[in-house]
């Protein structure tokens, strides 16, 4: 038997994304576990959720905002515009960051409802949800760009039939 690790084929060779739910991932402080350098994450496709979910109030001030956009500059990395239903929440102050993150890379923005909403006390409005998303896309091609083609390029959704 040999004590020897076992060679994994790294999630950046296999077509994977990491899902990642918030700032507090450790690549964004530069403590990555185990003795793996921060850049070899980076080398991973990574759907980050809840916006970043940045530390309010310094939302695009804070440092993971520019961890999070070199990422999105080096198409590594997607944004999902998601529910900022969170009991510290301040939706202008999260909406600043969509904003800032739909301005920045329109072409590594993902959206999502949150359904089934596990942590909220209450159910979000769904509609209410949607209209986030119109203010935060500026427009028609932006919003078809965020809820069609960017899913379709991130999970290579399979054609059927005839479009």
Not at 22 to 48: C, M, T
Not at 92 to 105: D, G, I, L, P, Q
Request: with cysteine; glycine share 4%.
């Amino acid at each position: 038997m040999s004590n020897s690790p076992k060679r994994v084929t790294p999630a950046y060779a296999c077509d994977c994304h990491i899902h990642v739910f918030d700032s507090r991932f450790p690549v964004y402080s530069g403590k990555v576990p185990g003795n793996h350098p921060a850049s070899e994450y980076r080398l991973v496709q990574q759907r980050i959720d809840h916006i970043g979910r940045l530390p309010q109030p310094e939302g695009a001030r804070h440092a993971a905002f520019d961890v999070i956009r070199r990422l999105l500059d080096m198409g590594r990395a997607w944004v999902k515009l998601t529910s900022v239903v969170y009991p510290d929440s301040d939706v202008e102050s999260h909406s600043k960051v969509a904003r800032a993150f739909v301005e920045a890379a329109p072409e590594r923005m993902l959206w999502g409802s949150d359904w089934p909403h596990g942590i909220e006390k209450e159910m979000p409005d769904d509609v209410e949800l949607i209209d986030r998303l119109v203010q935060w896309a500026p427009d028609e091609t932006t919003w078809h760009r965020i809820l069609v083609e960017n899913p379709d390029i991130l999970y290579a959704f399979p054609r059927t039939g005839s479009a």
